[in-house]
């Protein structure tokens, strides 16, 4: 006799053999300011520059001139939600309403994002907040408002060879 979990989500029952489904945990999720483009270069060129989580910028609205103040070619930024998944993943949803419509032309348009520059992010504050994403071109998605981009999380590289995550503590 067969047994079907109607209610359990993670559970599918085929020929009477359970499959589990693993769902990611999220390690960190936290609303940003993403500055387009690739600092070595000026913020200029396919990448990711900067990310600023909200909480540390007043507001951020579509850019597409030149900041006051910032030394480089800041002219593409948007918001976006940042989620750490599993320390393997990240996912960035970018808010489409946030998006210039030249922002979203140069960088979504084509249907992948282009990462020139392999790009580190390290909290200053939430020390465990940290991940490296690749140079490559990663898919493109549009959902709900939402621009999706899905990239596999790199190591952080330290000055001794040790990823960031792997060094020991010294007391």
Known sequence: MSCYHWNAPNLIMKNQMVITRKYPTIK?????GIELGVLSKNCKNFGICR???IS?????????????????????SCKGI???LDNELVEIHFLRSSI?????????LSGHFLIEEDFFYIDEIEAAVQFGIAKGAYPVQLVDGLVK???????I?????QPLTERPISI
């Open 28 to 32: 960190a999720q936290f609303m940003a």
């Open 51 to 53: 990310i600023t989580p």
């Open 56 to 76: 540390q910028v007043r507001a951020v609205r579509p850019v597409e001139k030149k900041r006051k103040g910032c030394n480089c070619q800041c002219r593409h």
């Open 82 to 84: 940042v989620t750490l």
């Open 100 to 108: 210039g419509r030249a922002s979203f032309k140069k960088y979504f």
């Open 149 to 155: 981009v899905t990239c596999p999380t790199l190591q």
């Open 157 to 161: 590289p330290t000055s001794d060879g």
